[in-house]
């Protein structure tokens, strides 16, 4: 399974960014796709995370009310709608997917190579 996420950038505070995953090798049918996000010297922490199948959404309480995570199951692709971003919100996003849901880094067996989200004040 791979995992390639795309679409971060540099983007002023209110602005709104939509980084996407692509699944190639193998689709969870049944599974979870998540993102989470790694600021320098911090832990990475979980964000959003989406059922593959029946859509239950999870958020964050730091992003819920700004961000929408969204599946594609046509293309194998997950997004994350960010909008009214906050400078503390610039960090590298990485996606990762599991059979079940969790927002425990550990849980995930499956992650992509994090794509960079800088908002400046």
């Known amino acids: 399974v791979q995992l390639q996420a795309s679409g971060g950038g540099l983007v002023q505070a209110g602005g709104s960014l939509r980084p996407s995953c692509a699944v190639s090798g193998r689709t969870f049918s049944s599974g979870f796709m998540a993102w989470f996000r790694q600021a320098p010297g911090k832990e990475r922490d979980f964000v959003a995370a989406?059922?593959?199948?029946?859509?239950?959404?999870y958020y964050a309480d730091s992003v819920k009310g700004r961000f929408t995570i969204s599946r594609d199951n046509a293309k194998n692709t997950v997004y994350l709608q960010m909008n009214s971003l906050k400078p503390e919100d610039t960090a590298v996003y990485y996606c990762?997917?599991?059979?079940?849901?969790?927002?425990?880094?550990?849980?995930?067996?499956?992650w992509g190579q994090g794509t960079q989200v800088t908002v400046s004040s």
């Open positions: 989406i059922g593959w199948r029946g859509g239950n959404k």
């Open positions: 990762a997917a599991d059979r079940s849901y969790s927002t425990s880094v550990n849980h995930y067996a499956y």
